[in-house]
Each structure stands twice: as structure tokens, then as C-alpha cells.
């Protein structure tokens, strides 16, 4: 498969699902078919209805939180911007890619619209063509530029959808979904410094109780999970991005007490130590 253009159409399922905060290069377009699913990008919550697409640069941390034994059905195209740029160039469209570069992240709500319905067709074709099992070479040209091709398409009928739906608010969100927003924007900008739950809560002006059940039912995590994993995106930042920069130093400006809970915490969550993934990161630059 094609790291460059990675496409799946309408994965399916229902169960107990577990999907961990991620964040990667690649832009992301996400379309959400049926099913239930709140979904977390950054310190927003969306509670998405069938039709809704969200658009995303891929490095704005994010996941879904599904319902266990609801049904959960979505489509998503993952692309290199660096894959597509030549031929954007070329036809002087760069603009196509002004959604993932100037908003972060959005959500389209189409109501399962006309447009919305070509849309989830192309990337049908698209996801054909991505698929392991036809035993594509990556290398055969033809084939390249059918993905490319299509992508382009993909990408049109999304600034179409854009501009049509000129990015309005959507429903007025619960009282539950602003609380959880705003623990989840208190936790980014205060990573880095000593939290508890009592801390946030004073802050915040909650109980300990409402804080840890609202967070939990709306997100998915506890709010100390929450609150680890934003540490930890941080430091793989902070290795990637000042490579001399000691660990110890790394470890203490993203709110951790001490060197060994840092370098047990990420070794248990990475598979690796920091010293390690450091290592592997730049090697790939």
C-alpha cells in the first residue's frame, strides 16, 4: 500500500472499541456514515451525525470515542500534501489545500447532500485502488496517476462542500460537551505544571466528582489519561524538534516529577525510550 495516499471505505463494526489520541503527518479527511461517534480533535468535541466530514492537518492530536456495541461505520483518506503538491502546482491549485493549512481542523455537516454522496463514491474508487489484495505495484505508473487523479477529485468536491457550508457553528453543543471542552483546553495550556483533580477542580470551579465523571462520558479518558497523554505529545515534539536538548530537561518542562516515572511512562507507551525514538525520528529527516 501506498504510505504517500492511504484510503479505507466504509470500515465497519460494532463492539468495544479502544482508540488511542494520535496525531501523524499526513492530512486527514473523515467521513462519518452512521453509527455513533463523538469525536475529540484537540480540546474540541464533535457529536457527529451521518453526512458529517471533518478535515484535518494530522499533527492537531485527536481520536474518536464510539459507543461500545453501537454501530460504527466511516470512511477515511489519509494523503502526503508533499505526494499531491507537484501536480497542484502545475494546474495552479494549491488553494485545494488551504482547508487542512488554515483551519487545523473543521467540520463539514453536507446532511448527506448530493455533493456528499459523489464525494463518498470517489473515494470508493479511490479505496479500490488502495487496496492490498489487487497486488498494486506502487512503482506502476498508471496506477499512480489514477490515485492522483482522484485524490484531485476528493479534493475539489471538499472545497466545494466548504464553501457551501461556509464552516457555520453547528448545534448548540450540551452543557456536558462545553464542560469537557473546557477541562480539555485547561489541561493544554497547564500540561506542564503539577496537577490534580482537585487542583483542576478548584480551578474550574466543579466538583471532583462532576469533573472526573463529565470527562470520562463525554472523552472516553480519565482526566489524569488526558492529561499524560498531552505530556507525552509533547515530549516526542520536543525530542523531534531540539534534538540537544537533554531528556531530563525534556522530561521536567512537560510536567513530569521525575526522570524515571518519565522514562518508564514513555518506554510503557512508545515501546521504546525517548533516547531511542529520538534516534529512530532523525534518522528519518
Known sequence: MNENLITFYRLSGTGDYSFDYHSHQEYEIYFFHSGSCRYLINNHIYDLKPGDILLMDGMTLHR?????????????VHFSPLWIK???????????LDPFQNLQHCLIR?????KSKYLEDVCRRLSQLSNPTLNIEDNNI???????????????????????????????????????????????????KKLTLDFIAEELNVSKSYLSHVFKEITG???MEYLMKCRLT?????????PDKPLKDIAYECGFESVAHFSRYFREKVGVTAKEYRRLRLAME
Do not use: C, H, W
Not at 162 to 187: F, G, H, M
Not at 234 to 242: A, D, G, H, I, N
Open 221 to 223: 479518558f480519565t482526566v
Open 142 to 192: 498508471q496506477v499512480e496517476t489514477e490515485r492522483k487523479v482522484l485524490l484531485l477529485q476528493v479534493l475539489i468536491i471538499v472545497n466545494q462542500l466548504v464553501k457551501e457550508a461556509r464552516l457555520e457553528i453547528p448545534d448548540k453543543k450540551e452543557a456536558k460537551t462545553e464542560q469537557a471542552e473546557k477541562i480539555a483546553s485547561y489541561i493544554q495550556l497547564n500540561y506542564m
Open 110 to 114: 453536507t446532511n448527506e447532500n448530493d
Open 86 to 96: 507537484g501536480v497542484l502546482q502545475e494546474m495552479g491549485s494549491m488553494y485545494l
Open 234 to 242: 509533547q515530549v516526542k515534539y520536543l525530542l523531534e524538534m531540539e
Open 64 to 76: 474518536p470515542n464510539v459507543q461500545p456495541n453501537y454501530e460504527y461505520i466511516r470512511s477515511v
